[in-house]
């Protein structure tokens, strides 16, 4: 075996994947959309972490043209950078058995479904359209639900290889990021139409998820990473994405068994559904 550090397709060491290599701190951690925004953060920042993972997939649409990333990825041997288009659910299969080739009989610990739209210009009542709403439902809701699908066998493996450990980020865990603007509770301004709607089913969905997969010991979580300066939140946010994504990380690291299921901010604060 087979992946490679870089690029899906070169070659590494096969001792790289034996079992024991990363004795007993074998970690995974993979997210969606890493080329930009607030993924390309979340891999800068756990690649420095204290406990950062032994193995980092970063799934983009175009590896080829994610320059950052490679250039992570050359000062980063633990970091593998994938090709994923989420829309393209004829891949997943393949997608999931590359996953598996670099993670091994550990499985995988983490799984981040970052990547995500928001089609501005077709956000008011009167510009949506069938293929907005459709399209932004595809991305953000049908894409993260799929992909948990297809990386359960491995998520599972993690849970249960780390049988001693209580349900969270160090053993197995789906992170959804979704959005305030998500929230029903919350909505007194309306319009983002598609966006709004997609974010409100992903966290139905995290719920659901939280009854199917707990049992077998996968956490899962809505986060709001709150209004961000990125392509997606624009320059008026109030948020950098460091201070975004040091808070982000800080709630994930300190996830407690009992915050299985919940919409967390952030700041670790509860998010209103
Ligand atoms: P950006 O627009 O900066 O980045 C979005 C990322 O998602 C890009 O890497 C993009 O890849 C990727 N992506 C989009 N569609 C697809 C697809 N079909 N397949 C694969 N990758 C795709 O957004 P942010 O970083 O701000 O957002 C990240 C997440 O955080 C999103 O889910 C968003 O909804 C959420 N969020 C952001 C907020 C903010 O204020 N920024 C607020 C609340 C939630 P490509 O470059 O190829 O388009």
Redesign the pocket.
């Known amino acids: 075996a087979v992946f490679a550090r870089g690029s899906a397709g070169l070659e590494r060491p096969a001792f790289f994947l034996q079992e024991g290599h990363f004795g007993n701190t074998m970690s995974s951690v993979l997210i969606?959309?890493?080329?930009?925004?607030?993924?390309?953060?979340l891999v800068r920042q756990l690649l420095l972490h204290p406990q950062a993972p032994s193995v980092l997939i970063a799934?983009?649409?175009?590896p080829e043209d994610a320059h950052a990333l490679q250039t992570l990825a050359k000062a980063h041997s633990q970091l593998y950078v994938l090709k994923?288009?989420?829309?393209?659910f004829s891949s997943y299969d393949a997608f999931a058995q590359t996953v598996k080739s670099i993670v091994g009989d550990k499985g995988l610990n983490v799984l981040i479904?970052?990547?995500?739209?928001?089609l501005q210009n077709h956000s008011s009542f009167s510009n949506c359209t069938v293929e907005s709403l459709t399209d932004t439902y595809?991305?953000?809701t049908v894409?993260p639900i799929m992909l948990v699908k297809a990386l359960r066998p491995l998520l599972k493996l993690a849970a249960d290889s780390n049988a001693d450990l209580p349900m969270g980020w160090s053993r197995a865990a789906i992170i959804n990021?979704?959005?305030?603007?998500g929230s029903v509770g919350n909505n007194t301004l309306g319009s983002y139409f598609g966006?709004r709607e997609s974010?409100a089913a992903l966290n139905t969905a995290t719920r659901s998820m939280s009854y199917e997969l707990g049992p077998q010991n996968i956490f899962v979580l809505s986060m709001?990473?709150?209004?961000?300066?990125?392509?997606?939140?624009?320059s008026q946010?109030p948020?950098t994405?460091e201070q975004?994504i040091s808070g982000m990380l800080a709630v994930f690291f300190s996830m407690k068994p009992e915050q299985h299921g919940a919409f967390l901010h952030w700041d670790g604060k509860e998010g209103i559904w």
């Open positions: 969606t959309g890493c080329n930009r925004g607030l993924g390309l953060e799934t983009c649409r175009k994923l288009e989420v829309n393209d479904n970052n990547a995500g739209i928001l595809v991305t953000n894409g990021m979704s959005s305030g603007l966006y974010k709001h990473p709150g209004w961000v300066q990125t392509d997606l939140g624009t946010a948020l994405v975004s």
